[in-house]
């Protein structure tokens, strides 16, 4: 009687293939909610709390607000701000121009306005000329470095539609994962199944050439 040596049975793959499919799928949807987030941020936010989100093109408030710095400007009382805080003015009343830097000296002027003086942090002088209320657009509500050309390139338009696009895409890959992992586990769950069923057949037949005598 003579029997064969086992047979060495191949590592499975199945287990590494299906740990990298999960980690590829995380890492999608972690990307997708990052933009999605921003997207949110930088024209969501601002919409729906009356702000107004505008882009840093200079230098002069480095190096917390470098050019590119997207600065969302939240409208505020005058009365209400404090020196230290940063604030976005016209140069002109009613010209487009506009300036955010820190406010470091507040003053009363002799009809009773208050006077604020501006610098910004990578400025050696402060601003030129003193502002009055009636040139506060808003103070910066938050900044976000380098969203600011993204903001820049994205008109209002395409600024209506961006946001519920990117959340109904998200929320439709999401429910594609939800799916795509059920029909799996069933799938593998009805392999394993078969696998386990025939099992014994196999050992007995194995046994029976084993034990046959030559």
């Known amino acids: 009687m003579t029997s064969a040596p086992p047979k060495r ?13 999960l980690l590829g799928q995380t890492v999608a949807v972690l990307l997708l909610i990052a933009v999605v987030g921003i997207a949110a941020l930088a024209i969501a936010v601002p919409r ?3 702000s107004v989100p505008l882009t840093v093109l200079t230098s002069s408030m480095e190096p917390g607000m470098p050019p590119g710095t997207l600065a969302v400007v939240r409208p505020v009382d005058p009365a209400d701000i ?6 976005t003015y016209q140069i002109r009343v009613d010209r487009p121009g506009v300036i955010s830097h820190r406010v470091v000296a507040i003053a009363v002027g002799a009809d009773g ?3 604020f003086t501006f610098k910004g942090d990578n400025n050696a002088a402060v601003d030129p000329e003193r502002v009055v209320a009636a040139q506060v657009m808003g103070r910066v509500w938050y900044s976000i470095p380098g969203l600011g050309f993204v903001n820049t390139a994205v008109d209002g338009d395409a600024r209506a539609w961006l946001v519920p696009t990117l959340g109904a895409a ?3 890959y999401a429910l594609f994962l939800v ?3 059920v029909a ?10 078969r696998r386990r069923r025939a099992g014994p057949a196999v050992r007995a037949s194995r046994s029976a050439r084993r034990a046959r005598p030559r």
């Open 48 to 50: 729906i709390t009356g």
């Open 184 to 193: 799996f586990g069933g799938a593998r769950g009805t392999s394993h199944g």
């Open 82 to 87: 404090g020196v230290g805080d940063i604030v």
């Open 170 to 172: 998200m929320i439709g």
């Open 113 to 115: 306005r208050r006077l």
């Open 179 to 181: 799916v795509r992992s």
């Open 9 to 21: 049975e191949q590592a499975p793959v199945t287990r590494w293939s299906g740990a990298l499919r």
